[in-house]
């Protein structure tokens, strides 16, 4: 996961269940799940050597997300309509 590029969260429509999150003040990655909206939060799941572990998670806001946490650049292609 070194070699990924990491950029700042700009919009909530980033968040994506899926995507790897790395925290901007340290190297921990995780991988991001669904939305509570119950918990009014995002779950978030360690995430080592490609192995989501499931056995510890947290629950994180929005604000929290797009002020202290980078997502993985998406790798997008775009088809052009003929």
Do not use: P
Request: without cysteine; aromatic residues 14%.
């Amino acid at each position: 996961m070194k070699t990924n590029t990491f950029e700042n969260i700009f919009d909530a429509y980033q968040l994506v269940s899926g995507a790897k999150i790395k925290s901007k003040n340290h190297d921990e990655i995780y991988e991001l799940g669904a939305y509570d909206g119950n918990k009014r939060g995002y779950t978030l799941y360690a995430f080592e050597d490609g192995i989501r572990f499931d056995d510890f998670s947290v629950i994180i806001s929005e604000y929290e997300l797009m002020n202290n946490y980078q997502i993985e650049k998406a790798k997008v292609t775009q088809k052009l309509a003929a």
